[in-house]
């Protein structure tokens, strides 16, 4: 497959400018690109072939907004310009050279590119079981964009947060961001992130309905487990990120405790300070 060929020469790229360069963050530079990649591959098959392809092709171009918005906003970070995530040196100090260097080889670049290749599965099987546009198709990509505008304004948010914070001489309390979308969910961003990838599932569902298929191999069917993988990626990272907070901000602690980390939710109530001992 297509694919698997072209996944496999990116992730050897990655691989080789991370040993020649010393920067680990080739595979983030390369996120937001290659699933767009994949998913026009699927939409050339479907095109090229005998099915109806408006399916796979609405995939694509929704799997193309997202990279587009995602790329923008790593661009703005400086994500192109050399600067490698700030989370890989801290892991790199942890470890000796020789362990960081399987690290990079089986997770940064092998799990986190096969992953890559995983989540563009549902197009895969919609271009397996062809079928036309119907109403269902439709709802399913509102949500998409929904979810798409969500992790816009969740990002828009963080990002003028850091220039006040950046205006303000690299203080603002708390530290952190905590309005917005940011009230309900410590990482807003991260949950319409993941929620994306679970709705681009949703098509192979309306695929499988359609073709007439059975619940196992149908609604429930192999590709779900790039949504999977990504839910438990996201998960382990921001835990790891969010320790990282808590070390440099005091006030971490008690946003953690009333505020929910990935699904928004209105925020439980803080806990009281303690009354001073009367005399």
Same mark, same amino acid.
């Given at each position: 497959?297509?694919?698997?060929?072209?996944?496999?020469?990116?992730?050897?790229?990655?691989?080789?400018?991370?040993?020649?360069?010393?920067?680990?963050?080739?595979?983030?530079?390369?996120?937001?690109?290659?699933?767009?990649?994949?998913?026009?591959?699927?939409?050339?098959?479907?095109?090229?072939?005998?099915?109806?392809? &408006? %399916?796979?092709?609405?995939?694509?171009?929704?799997?193309?907004?997202?990279?587009?918005?995602?790329?923008?906003?790593?661009?703005?970070?400086?994500?192109?310009?050399?600067?490698?995530?700030?989370?890989?040196?801290?892991?790199?100090?942890?470890? +000796?050279?020789?362990?960081?260097?399987?690290?990079?080889?089986?997770?940064?670049?092998?799990?986190?590119?096969?992953?890559?290749?995983?989540?563009?599965?549902?197009?895969?099987?919609?271009?397996?079981?062809?079928?036309?546009?119907? &109403?269902?198709?439709?709802?399913?990509?509102?949500?998409?964009?929904?979810?798409?505008?969500?992790?816009?304004?969740?990002?828009?948010?963080?990002?003028?947060?850091?220039?006040? +914070?950046?205006?303000?001489? #690299?203080?603002?309390?708390?530290?952190?961001?905590?309005? #917005?979308?940011?009230?309900?969910?410590?990482?807003?961003?991260?949950?319409?992130?993941?929620?994306?990838?679970?709705?681009?599932?949703?098509?192979?569902?309306?695929?499988?309905?359609?073709? #007439?298929? &059975?619940?196992?191999? &149908?609604?429930?069917?192999?590709?779900?487990?790039?949504?999977?993988?990504?839910?438990?990626?996201?998960?382990?990272?921001?835990?790891?990120?969010?320790?990282?907070?808590?070390? +440099?901000?005091?006030?971490?602690?008690?946003?953690?405790?009333?505020?929910?980390?990935?699904?928004?939710?209105?925020?439980?109530?803080?806990? %009281?300070?303690?009354?001073?001992?009367?005399?």
């Amino acid at each position: 497959m297509l694919v698997i060929v072209v996944a496999g020469a990116i992730s050897a790229l990655c691989w080789l400018l991370s040993l020649f360069t010393g920067d680990t963050s080739w595979v983030d530079r390369a996120w937001s690109i290659v699933p767009v990649v994949y998913t026009w591959i699927f939409a050339v098959g479907a095109l090229i072939g005998d099915g109806d392809a &408006g %399916r796979v092709v609405l995939m694509a171009v929704l799997v193309t907004l997202w990279g587009a918005r995602l790329t923008f906003n790593f661009a703005r970070k400086g994500g192109y310009t050399g600067l490698e995530d700030y989370r890989w040196p801290i892991l790199r100090a942890r470890m +000796k050279p020789w362990q960081y260097q399987v690290f990079n080889l089986l997770f940064i670049v092998g799990f986190q590119m096969t992953l890559l290749v995983l989540i563009t599965l549902p197009a895969e099987f919609a271009l397996r079981h062809p079928s036309p546009l119907g &109403g269902w198709d439709v709802l399913v990509a509102a949500l998409f964009l929904a979810a798409l505008a969500g992790e816009t304004i969740a990002d828009q948010q963080q990002w003028s947060f850091h220039r006040r +914070k950046r205006l303000a001489g #690299g203080t603002l309390e708390p530290g952190f961001q905590t309005e #917005g979308l940011f009230r309900f969910s410590r990482h807003p961003n991260f949950f319409f992130e993941v929620s994306q990838w679970w709705i681009l599932y949703l098509f192979s569902v309306v695929a499988a309905l359609a073709a #007439g298929l &059975g619940f196992w191999g &149908g609604v429930i069917n192999i590709s779900i487990i790039g949504a999977l993988l990504l839910t438990a990626l996201f998960i382990g990272s921001t835990n790891f990120t969010e320790s990282i907070s808590a070390s +440099k901000y005091p006030a971490y602690e008690e946003y953690r405790r009333s505020t929910s980390m990935l699904v928004p939710l209105p925020q439980r109530r803080r806990a %009281r300070a303690p009354r001073p001992a009367e005399a």
